[in-house]
């Protein structure tokens, strides 16, 4: 059982282990699986043009996060300074459950996309990757002569 | 009678909106607590802070900006929101909570009473 990185109330989680099975039953998960619960939380999703993909990585400075494509193989790696304070300072930790340290996570990306056009924003801690898909895999309407 | 009601419908609503629980670090120092919660993708018009009582609420609504034709996925951040209740203790001085937002981290300073804050007791001879 993974640890969520964002844990909710019972009925959500009844909710999420009910659409799990069932995505487990018509979902062939791909070779490097999809990690869930590790840092950064990942959204992903895809419009006839592009690939969208929602890094949530708060607090980090965008120069440091390193984004790279190698054959439809997309990397997001970086680090993550710790908050706490040293141990030297006179301080108690009570509640410690925030990510620190280097990440580093992996995703497969559909084989039409194109890694020249590539869109990366950071904004309100979520780091936003856009990229585009070739023409000939966008759906086009064909006229009948 | 009618207070019971009151009750009642509010617990029904914090549980039809369920949030994320944002992790949290928290530690302390002689004059106060810090308090550091992670909330990416909420906008700082979006972050909601309420003290009532001894009750401290952090509450969060996430916007990012999603292609109206956009099919999702893969999701991990499954819920809109986040939320997170804290007791406080009563040395805490609840007037004086500063709080930073920045890049979907919040930072929040809770200073301790001046009453609470250590002191020297000065023995007097009598």
Redesign the interface.
């Known amino acids: 059982m993974y640890r969520a990185l964002f844990p909710r109330d019972l009925f959500s989680e009844l909710d999420r282990l009910q659409r799990e099975l069932q995505q487990s039953v018509d979902f062939s998960p791909s070779i490097r699986g999809l990690p869930r619960g590790g840092f950064p939380a990942m959204n992903i999703g895809h419009t006839p043009k592009s690939v969208e993909i929602y890094v949530f990585a708060p607090g980090i400075d965008p120069a440091a996060i390193d984004v790279q494509i190698e054959k439809s193989v997309l990397t997001v790696a970086g680090e993550r300074k710790d908050d706490l304070p040293a141990k030297e300072e006179k301080a108690a930790v009570h509640i410690d459950e925030r990510f620190a340290g280097r990440f580093r996570r992996v995703v497969t990306l559909p084989d039409d996309v194109d890694p020249s056009a590539v869109n990366a924003r950071y904004r309100d801690g979520v780091l936003h990757i856009s990229i585009s898909r070739r023409e000939a895999a966008q759906p086009r309407r064909i006229s009948i002569k | 009678m009618s207070e019971k009601t009151a009750v009642t419908k509010e617990s029904e609503t914090a549980?039809n909106t369920?949030?994320?629980?944002?992790?949290?670090?928290?530690?302390?120092?002689?004059a106060g607590?810090t308090l550091?919660a992670?909330?990416?993708?909420?906008?700082k018009d979006k972050l909601s802070l309420q003290v009532e009582d001894d009750t401290l609420t952090i509450e969060g609504e996430i916007?990012?900006?999603?292609?109206a034709?956009?099919?999702?996925?893969?999701?991990?951040?499954?819920?809109p929101s986040?939320r997170r209740v804290f007791t406080l203790s009563r040395e805490l001085d609840k007037e004086k909570v500063a709080a930073e937002f920045?890049?979907?981290?919040l930072?929040l300073r809770i200073p301790k009473a001046a009453h609470a804050q250590p002191r020297k007791i000065e023995v007097k001879v009598a």
């Open positions: 549980r369920a949030a994320l629980m944002p992790p949290v670090d928290v530690f302390e120092d002689a607590i550091y992670d909330m990416p993708g909420v906008p916007a990012l900006d999603l292609p034709d956009m099919e999702a996925s893969h999701r991990e951040v499954s819920l986040y920045n890049q979907g981290v930072k």
